[in-house]
Structure formats: C-alpha cells, structure tokens
C-alpha cells in the first residue's frame, strides 16, 4: 500500500496539518527519501513530532519505515497491475483497519434499528450481514425493493443506522438512500472498493474492500470475494461484543 492509499485509508485521522504534508511528500518523494526527519521538518515549518505522529496515524512504525516504503514507491515506477482473486483478498487484507471496525462495530450496537441497503449484486450480501446482525441481538432490516427503503427512510430517526453496500460507491439508488439518511439525521456507514467515491464522500464511517470493476461479454463480474472477507471481519468483531 503506497502512500497516497495509506492516506486515504485513514483519512478520518488526519487534519489539515497532515494533509498538508502528504501533499509536500508526495510531490517531492525522491528527494524525501534522502531527508532526515530534521530536514524535513524545516522544509515544512514544523516540528520533527508531528511528522512522526503523521507516520504511526498512517500505520507506520516511524519516519523511518515511511521513508523505506517510499523508496520502495520511487523503485518501482511501473508496477503491474493484478486483478486475480489471491491479489484482490490480499489487497482487502491491507485495508483492514481494526480501530474503524471496532467504531462502526460500536456504532451498531449502539442502534435502535439497522437498515441494511444495496442493489443488484450487493443484495445478497445485505441479507448475510443483517443475518449476522440478528444474531447478535440487534433489529435489522434489508430490503429487496427500493420503495420499502424509502419508506423505512422516511420513518427513521438519528437513533438508527444506514448499512450501504456498494462495489463502486457510484450507485444512484444507494446514493440516493444516503442523502434521504443524512436528512433525518440517520449515521450512515458505507462498504465499498477502495476508491474515491460519491459513497464514501456521503457517509459518516466507511469499510473498504480491494475488488476493481472487472467486465466480461458486457456483464459486470467483479471479484464479490473481498466484500464477504470484510462483512465477515466486521460480523466476528461485533460479535466479540455480543
């Protein structure tokens, strides 16, 4: 995982200060992985502390292992690209973030009710994680048509919570779900491909999984692999509380 991906992974950490140094780094990676952390704190008017904070938010052990990733980056400038199922499991693998597991984990908990909402393909993943939900005590719903999502959207308080699966985050109907959700002031978490998406950008916590768009003879057969891998991570950390 590079260190744009890192950034975005745990973006809800970070603030403008962070930001404003992955920026720097990106832009400038050879000569960064020839600084010392004093250095690099001159050229960025700060101090060295915060530029190891940044690296242990981003998963590093240190500035030192960030810098041999990113010599790592700067060494391979042209990586191959793989779509097979062991690359996309490991990848999710990656993505895996115990510390927002345990948050969205908490968050459903924390529910009155749980709706559950996706399309097409999605949809019998929603059933497997409002299942697993039930198990664990809580009331939740999945819905196999849209109507009996508005509706239940147009009943729902802040005292709920809105599951929406999407592999692309790009989904009109789920989109629309989550802006009838943020008007009745109802949380929403979101489980999408790693990507910048409408999705992600909507929700108030987000789970990714690594499976890009994949098309055969116009069909749409993306890997549905890492989607279960991360419904199940999620279902074993909530279960731990049950």
Same mark, same amino acid.
């Given at each position: 995982?590079?260190?744009?991906?890192?950034?975005? $992974?745990?973006?809800?950490?970070?603030?403008?200060?962070?930001?404003?140094?992955? !920026?720097?780094?990106?832009?400038? $990676? #050879?000569?960064?992985?020839?600084? @010392?952390?004093?250095?690099?704190?001159?050229?960025?008017?700060?101090?060295?502390? =915060?530029?190891? +904070?940044?690296?242990?938010?981003?998963?590093? !052990?240190?500035?030192? #292992?960030?810098?041999?990733?990113?010599?790592?980056?700067?060494?391979?400038? %042209?990586?191959?690209?793989?779509?097979?199922?062991?690359?996309?499991? $490991? +990848? @999710?693998?990656?993505?895996?973030?115990?510390?927002?597991?345990?948050?969205?984990?908490?968050?459903?908990?924390?529910?009155? +009710?749980?709706?559950?909402?996706?399309?097409?393909?999605?949809?019998?993943?929603?059933?497997? *994680?409002?299942?697993?939900?039930?198990?664990?005590?809580?009331?939740?719903?999945?819905?196999? &048509?849209? &109507?009996?999502?508005?509706?239940?959207?147009?009943?729902?308080?802040?005292? !709920?919570? *809105?599951?929406?699966?999407?592999?692309?985050?790009?989904?009109?109907?789920?989109?629309?779900?989550?802006?009838?959700?943020?008007?009745?002031?109802?949380?929403?978490?979101?489980?999408? &491909?790693?990507?910048?998406?409408?999705? #992600?950008? $909507?929700? %108030?916590?987000?789970?990714?999984?690594? @499976?890009?768009?994949?098309?055969?003879?116009?069909?749409?057969? @993306? !890997?549905? =692999?890492?989607?279960?891998?991360?419904? #199940?991570? *999620?279902?074993?950390?909530?279960?731990?509380?049950?």
């Amino acid at each position: 995982m590079n260190l744009k991906e890192r950034a975005h $992974k745990y973006e809800y950490k970070l603030n403008d200060t962070d930001d404003q140094i992955i !920026d720097y780094i990106v832009e400038n $990676k #050879q000569e960064v992985t020839g600084m @010392s952390i004093q250095s690099l704190a001159r050229n960025l008017f700060t101090v060295p502390n =915060t530029i190891t +904070r940044l690296s242990k938010k981003l998963g590093y !052990d240190g500035f030192s #292992q960030l810098k041999n990733s990113l010599k790592e980056e700067v060494q391979e400038s %042209d990586p191959i690209q793989e779509t097979n199922v062991e690359y996309n499991l $490991k +990848r @999710s693998i990656e993505l895996v973030d115990h510390t927002m597991l345990q948050q969205v984990s908490n968050k459903l908990h924390e529910a009155r +009710r749980i709706y559950v909402f996706g399309v097409g393909d999605t949809l019998p993943f929603c059933e497997i *994680l409002s299942t697993h939900l039930k198990i664990g005590g809580k009331s939740a719903e999945y819905f196999l &048509h849209r &109507h009996d999502a508005v509706y239940a959207m147009n009943h729902a308080s802040s005292q !709920d919570v *809105l599951f929406l699966i999407s592999m692309s985050g790009e989904t009109q109907q789920v989109l629309e779900m989550a802006d009838l959700a943020k008007e009745k002031q109802v949380p929403v978490i979101s489980l999408t &491909h790693f990507s910048r998406n409408f999705l #992600q950008k $909507k929700a %108030d916590m987000n789970l990714y999984f690594y @499976s890009p768009k994949k098309k055969l003879e116009n069909y749409n057969v @993306s !890997d549905k =692999t890492p989607v279960m891998l991360m419904l #199940q991570m *999620l279902s074993d950390t909530f279960w731990q509380k049950t």
